[in-house]
């Protein structure tokens, strides 16, 4: 597959453009390539300043409707970001959530079987499951995964997401990659609940508005589970290095990603990939504890003005259903060994830059 950056001639079909992930791709593919985007989702509010570029097209749809699916399948590279993935509604709508994260890609992969275009499928590192405090690296092609029982409708979501994964690993045919996100941040993430969106965000989302309404953090089961935190920004770069070595060029395409293997790659196809930091593991307390002292730096107050965070059960936060994973390390090795990545961005760095945003994003008078 020949998918040269500076080759005017491409087009890229991104899924979920208009969402988190989807925007900061978009920014990056106009920046550093010469291809065009179709750009597909339900909304493109935050794509404002991209909606008349010369070499973007945007379709408002859902690949509920087959032709949408076809449509996109017709693009040599397609990267499909769509999904429902904010837990708080893995409990009340599961019918929906597993519509959305195993019906809907695998119509599409089955599409671009039939095409022959690349997919890059976005899956999660919640398919590892319900992960222990003393889980060790999660390792993409070792590591079993376990759920709770039915009744922990939590694991509505994640057993989409790893069915999927198996129903396109399983297509005859298909030029597939899988990439697994752990933990996300970075401007644009979610929503702020009553301004853009309804329930509750993830937790970068959530923490930022009750920081900006001056609320109590909510710690869910006393914050003890842990992630790794990932910039967007390294999100990124690790795409356009699977860009790179899925097409054999021979620079991963990225001034700023870590080099420390070939950039030429022959086993980026059907593969999964874990996408994350190890060097950012913090508790959710200590996440609170972080957010709060970079708050109080942006606001330019003292810490101790702002209100302590606050203990709460998760079935009452989230509702009856609820459960967790408790750590999350990805293995990094396969990324670094086979496309010479490693995400670089700090903790620190990757919080300050969210929430500086957030604050200059909602902070109008209509956040409250
Ligand atoms: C979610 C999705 O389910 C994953 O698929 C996705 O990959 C992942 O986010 C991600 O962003 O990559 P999770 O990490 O559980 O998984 O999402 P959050 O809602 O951000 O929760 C993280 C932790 O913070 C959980 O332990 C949760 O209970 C806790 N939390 C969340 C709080 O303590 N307070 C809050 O206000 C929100």
Same mark, same amino acid.
């Not at 950056?5 to 001639?9: E, V, W, Y």
């Not at 107050?301 to 003005?305: A, C, I, L, N, Q």
């Given at each position: 597959m020949n998918l040269r950056? =500076? =080759?005017? +001639?491409i087009t890229v079909a991104i899924v979920g453009c208009g969402g988190f992930i989807g925007s900061h791709l978009l920014d990056a593919v106009l920046e550093r390539t010469r291809w065009r985007v179709f750009g597909v989702d339900l909304d493109f509010y935050r794509l404002q300043h991209r909606l008349n570029h010369e070499r973007c097209e945007f379709l408002c749809a859902d690949l509920a409707d087959p032709a949408v699916v076809e449509r996109i399948a017709q693009f040599p590279l397609v990267v499909n970001l769509a999904a429902i993935c904010t837990p708080s509604r893995y409990m009340g709508e599961a019918c929906e959530v597993i519509r959305s994260n195993y019906d809907h890609p695998a119509t599409l992969a089955t599409a671009c079987a039939r095409s022959g275009s690349w997919l890059v499928h976005f899956s999660t590192s919640e398919i590892y499951g319900r992960t222990l405090p003393d889980s060790g690296e999660l390792i993409e092609d070792e590591t079993p995964a376990v759920f709770g029982p $039915? !009744? !922990? +409708?939590?694991w509505s979501y994640a057993t989409a997401k790893l069915l999927a994964e198996r129903f396109i690993a399983g297509l005859p045919g298909l030029k597939w990659t899988v990439v697994r996100p752990f933990n996300f941040v970075g401007p644009y993430m979610d929503f702020m609940p009553g301004v853009d969106g309804e329930g509750i965000p993830r937790v970068l989302a959530n923490f930022s508005t009750a920081l900006l309404r001056g609320e109590p953090l909510k710690l869910v089961n006393g914050g003890k589970a842990k992630r790794c935190f990932t910039s967007v920004h390294d999100a990124v770069d690790f795409l356009f290095a699977l860009f790179a070595a899925g097409s054999g060029l021979p620079d991963a395409g990225s001034e700023t990603a870590v080099n420390i293997g070939s950039k030429t790659a022959p086993g980026v196809f059907s593969q999964a990939f874990n996408v994350g930091n190890q060097e950012n593991e913090v508790s959710i307390a200590e996440l609170a504890g972080k957010m709060r002292t970079i708050f109080a730096k942006v606001r330019g $107050? =003292? $810490? +101790?003005?702002l209100p302590e965070p606050q203990i709460v059960s998760g079935e009452e936060y989230y509702g009856v259903g609820y459960d967790d994973s408790m750590r999350r390390m990805p293995s990094v090795a396969k990324a670094e060994r086979l496309l010479g990545f490693k995400a670089r961005i700090p903790l620190d760095v990757a919080l300050e830059e969210s929430l500086s945003w957030f604050v200059g994003h909602y902070d109008t008078g209509a956040s409250s």
């Open positions: 950056f =500076d =080759d005017s +001639s $039915v !009744a !922990a +409708s939590r $107050v =003292d $810490v +101790s003005t």
